[in-house]
């Protein structure tokens, strides 16, 4: 039957809303940037002796990745090297998509002379990050490199654009090959110490910044080392902090900033003093051989090179660390990556729904030397986790593999897992009656770091949390013979790793993964494993989905 014209017109509309609303779709979308990485082996000379370095478009560090909230990441991964690889984003959330997360119970490696494209987004994400390569000792050896995430334009930032926006990546260093340092750990063997710290790639004065008298500069630290906390300061300048792993910090200055190993904080500092060259000095804190190495900040004024001894700093004391890390508290009235401030989110007004006690050890498996948490020695399955999880392949890991409390048990090794229901509000405590400090990661997420002290953590240790204005971050340490708790609530369905950032100990088994599960199939949850996605172990041979 032929339309009037009443019945045509609203057609016509709708029609139209449909088209207005498909074309807002597609404008909508957030930007695409296009990444592509050939990783090689290449001879570097980070403490002035030649080594061989892995490399990132022939560079040592890698390049930065430069973007903005919700943009859409497209790094294709080439592998020149004569063995499998993979990638890691430390900090960078996945979120619905833990496949893309780069770490052995997540992603198949990229074999040798292969390609893999990483397809990530970093949504409703800020601030300074960094990827390191995450199989077996691969770290050691470079492949990293920082990640930095600019607010959307008319997104508020509580501080002026700075003169300079600069990654410092610091971090131990060995002067052996990564495969003879991982030969040690197969053969049961505790590490030596490090050789040196690294600035940028450089030993010692060999990183060189160059800056104007009277204007402010952001720097971007992160410690991508193996193992030691180290401590970063700048001769005679002070250093405001303004951001920790994606949260806005209040402005608090600082003489000089420990940061611990897989840690990211940004700096902002101003070049206020007489025109001359200054020391940046990196000591290792907590050892009793300190490690140290300079840069030079150079005035573009400058009427004189450094010279005589560089500034002295924190070497072993760990109340000072302690009172640093409880100053640092999140801004509550600046924006995070959407126009609405930072403590609008009350974490500390919700009732947590479990309580997950990790206890780090150390002991002997089969006369070698592993590290477990609650007991359980993290060993890899032939086939990632969340891939088996994925095409419902039994036998690759054991679901509640792990206690969500220690049973003072000795050492097993076990493909751990831990099942958590989304949507749960968790309280995780780090128990470290170790004699050394402890740096701990999860994959993921960003959680609250509701409190820290010395001794065993009770119940009557909630009396001290901050439940106001804890500070959001993906990385956190526990001083030895203490405890540190942190608040999550479990958003992002997926495999999520937990890790020592302790590179030897996560190797030899500290580590295990968070499973946040539900029933649900919805798109809204989590995203299907990625149409180019490796399989590898007992998922050869399968398909992913439809094209």
């Not at 402010?216 to 792993?245: A, C, D, P, W």
């Not at 904080?265 to 804190?285: E, H, K, N």
Request: aromatic share 12%; charged share 15%; proline share 6%.
């Amino acid at each position: 039957m032929p339309l009037n014209l009443a019945g045509k017109t609203a057609v016509l509309c709708t029609f139209l809303c449909v088209s207005v609303s498909i074309i807002s779709i597609v404008k909508a979308e957030d930007p695409y940037r296009f990444f592509d990485w050939n990783v090689t082996y290449g001879f570097i000379y980070p403490l002035g002796v030649r080594q061989q370095g892995i490399l990132i478009n022939g560079q040592f560090p890698g390049p930065d990745i430069h973007s903005v909230t919700n943009d859409n990441l497209i790094i294709n991964v080439y592998n020149s090297l004569d063995e499998p690889f993979l990638l890691s984003w430390n900090g960078i959330q996945q979120r619905r998509n833990s496949f893309e997360d780069g770490v052995i119970g997540t992603t198949c490696p990229i074999p040798p002379g292969k390609n893999f494209t990483y397809i990530l987004q970093v949504k409703d994400q800020i601030g300074s990050f960094y990827y390191f390569p995450s199989l077996g000792f691969h770290k050691a050896a470079g492949g990293f490199g920082g990640i930095r995430i600019l607010s959307r334009p008319r997104i508020p930032v509580p501080f002026d654009d700075p003169a300079g926006d600069y990654t410092i990546l610091i971090g131990d260093w060995y002067l052996s090959n990564h495969t003879d340092l991982k030969a040690v750990l197969d053969g049961g063997r505790k590490l030596p110490f490090p050789d040196g710290i690294l600035i940028n790639g450089r030993g010692r004065n060999g990183y060189y910044l160059t800056v104007e008298q009277g204007k402010t500069y952001r720097l971007r630290i992160s410690n991508v080392g193996l193992q030691n906390s180290l401590n970063f300061r700048i001769q005679n300048h002070k250093m405001k902090l303004v951001e920790v792993e994606g949260t806005h910090t209040l402005q608090t200055t600082y003489s000089s900033l420990d940061v611990h190993v897989g840690q990211s904080y940004s700096v902002l500092f101003t070049a206020d003093q007489p025109g001359q060259d200054y020391y940046i000095v990196v000591t290792s804190r907590f050892t009793s051989t300190v490690l140290n190495t300079t840069g030079i900040l150079h005035y573009s004024n400058s009427a004189g090179a450094v010279s005589g001894p560089f500034p002295g700093g924190p070497t072993i004391e760990v109340d000072w660390s302690l009172n640093q890390a409880r100053s640092i508290r999140t801004n509550l009235t600046a924006s995070g990556p959407r126009p609405n401030p930072q403590g609008s989110y009350h974490y500390g007004m919700i009732n947590t729904t479990r309580t997950i006690i990790v206890a780090n050890s150390a002991g002997q498996v089969n006369g070698k030397q592993r590290y477990g948490v609650n007991s359980v020695s993290f060993i890899a399955p032939d086939t990632p986790m969340k891939i088996a999880d994925y095409f419902k392949i039994q036998g690759v890991f054991k679901e509640n593999g792990i206690t969500d409390r220690p049973y003072g048990g000795g050492l097993y090794l076990d493909t751990a897992v831990l099942t958590v229901p989304y949507r749960a509000y968790v309280e995780i405590v780090f128990q470290n009656d170790e004699d050394i400090l402890q740096s701990w990661h999860l994959d993921g997420y960003s959680f609250f770091v509701v409190g820290m002290d010395g001794g065993q953590w009770t119940t009557a240790s909630r009396d001290q949390y901050n439940l106001r204005d804890a500070v959001a971050r993906c990385t956190t340490q526990v001083y030895p013979k203490a405890w540190t708790a942190i608040y999550i609530p479990l958003d992002n369905v997926g495999m999520w790793n937990l890790r020592t950032e302790f590179w030897a100990r996560q190797y030899l088994g500290q580590q295990f993964y968070l499973r946040v599960y539900t029933d649900s199939t919805s798109l809204r949850d989590e995203f299907p494993i990625p149409k180019n996605a490796l399989l590898c172990g007992r998922a050869s041979g399968r398909r992913t989905r439809p094209l």
